[in-house]
């Protein structure tokens, strides 16, 4: 089991930067960033954009993955993301890994003036997006001609570093996306229940994901698809569970997923003031010794 970071893109980068070194510092296997244009209880503060950000912290350090977490089509062409994902995979090095899902509603999904997409257009779009990024990113040009995206000898030369392109974490519960993730990821994501995780008991939310889970495994094998090859990613910090309170409380948790066959745990880099707060001292201890003590 791997343990990974959630920085949120909220520091001008004199300050930022400093964070993004410090999770390598840590040990982590891999700091991400939401690719949201505005996001919640952040709408109203400073907020900066994903692709640059990772850029920058790819400079900024040497060793640890990045990603998106997720990044969705509310905001985003297929053409222009594959040439961002390709250029700043090159500026890592290789270390880039693409969280991708298929958006919900709020925040940025109506930013540039659409209307808001039902969950079915989605779903639908979504379909679409994902194997048209696919193919640009595996090839030297691709044209394409679909019900929402369209791509006319589009160009990504020389490619990814990471081949046959950088991977693709897919977040899905749902009958499509768990069938996309299954026939185009390299990874699958969930935060628990899409419908309202925080109202959700805590002692009932390993339940949803041990059944996603299930349906993930049954996914991969109409894909005739190994679920070992498949990482298994859970973000934490939408439900009511409290793993971040102590490294005795992040154990309980952690060891409760890896028994399901999660492989990945990203926690939330602390924010004050937010309901990402916790206390840094104890997030810093998890980073260093909390998956050692799960024996």
Not at 184 to 193: E, I, L, P, R
């Amino acid at each position: 089991m791997r343990l990974s970071t959630v920085i949120l893109p909220i520091h001008r980068w004199g300050e930022g930067q400093k964070i993004w070194r410090r999770a390598e510092e840590l040990g982590f296997h891999a700091a991400y960033t939401y690719d949201h244009l505005s996001w919640r209880s952040f709408q109203d503060e400073p907020w900066f954009g994903a692709i640059p950000t990772l850029a920058a912290a790819a400079v900024a350090t040497e060793r640890i993955r990045l990603g998106t977490l997720v990044t969705s089509p509310n905001f985003r062409h297929p053409v222009t993301l594959a040439k961002e994902l390709m250029s700043v995979d090159d500026v890592s090095g290789g270390r880039l890994t693409v969280g991708i899902g298929a958006g919900g509603v709020g925040f940025d999904a109506t930013a540039m003036g659409q209307e808001a997409w039902t969950p079915k257009e989605r779903a639908e779009r979504f379909g679409e997006f994902l194997p048209l990024l696919d193919k640009l990113l595996t090839q030297d040009a691709t044209t394409h001609e679909g019900r929402f995206y369209s791509a006319v000898e589009a160009r990504n030369i020389p490619g990814c570093v990471q081949r046959p392109r950088v991977p693709f974490y897919v977040a899905a519960t749902g009958p499509r996306g768990l069938r996309l993730a299954a026939e185009h990821g390299q990874g699958w994501v969930t935060y628990g229940d899409p419908k309202g995780p925080a109202a959700m008991p805590a002692e009932q939310a390993p339940a949803v994901i041990e059944a996603q889970l299930e349906k993930l495994t049954a996914a991969c094998e109409a894909q005739g698809r190994d679920m070992a090859t498949l990482e298994k990613v859970l973000l934490q910090g939408s439900t009511a569970e409290k793993p971040l309170q102590s490294v005795g409380a992040f154990v309980d948790w952690a060891g409760t997923y890896r028994e399901f066959g999660i492989t990945e745990l990203v926690i939330h880099w602390p924010v004050p003031d937010s309901i990402f707060e916790n206390d840094l001292a104890v997030f810093e201890e998890i980073a260093t010794e909390g998956l050692s003590q799960l024996g």
